[in-house]
């Protein structure tokens, strides 16, 4: 019985530390800066892409939670300080004191980031990484 219960116990702690590495690894590919490219939206009907506008909106992410913004003329952005990865396909940017979070989809492909709101007909932003 003791064995048994080593057991589980070392593999409950093998999963924490994959979950872990997992994060760590999409936090890496995250972290940095990001320029948008362009957006998208849909009025109720087919998706509209537009060139981003050109007062450069730039996001960052850092590979431990912090997250800032130039957004000054975007809605809520320049609010949010930090980010939390859900998974590898959501993220959530939190206000100071974690009590308001704005939950977005996310892609990365190498030097390009697709953010994804939560619209009902479909939006989202396309940016590069900064260098």
Known sequence: MTKLLYVCLAFTLMAFQCNKRNGDAEAERLAGKWK??????SPA???VYAPAPSDN??????TGGEFSSN?????????YTMYHLEN?????????GLADKMNLMYT???DTLRLY???????????????
């Open 36 to 41: 948008m490219t362009e957006y998208w939206y």
């Open 117 to 131: 709101g939560r619209c009902i007909e479909g939006c989202g932003q396309k940016y590069i990484r900064i260098k």
């Open 45 to 47: 009907g087919p998706l």
């Open 71 to 79: 957004a000054e003329t975007y809605p809520g952005y320049a609010e």
């Open 57 to 62: 909106l730039i996001v960052e992410f850092g």
């Open 88 to 96: 590898d396909k959501e993220l959530y940017l939190l206000k100071p």
């Open 108 to 110: 990365v492909d190498k």
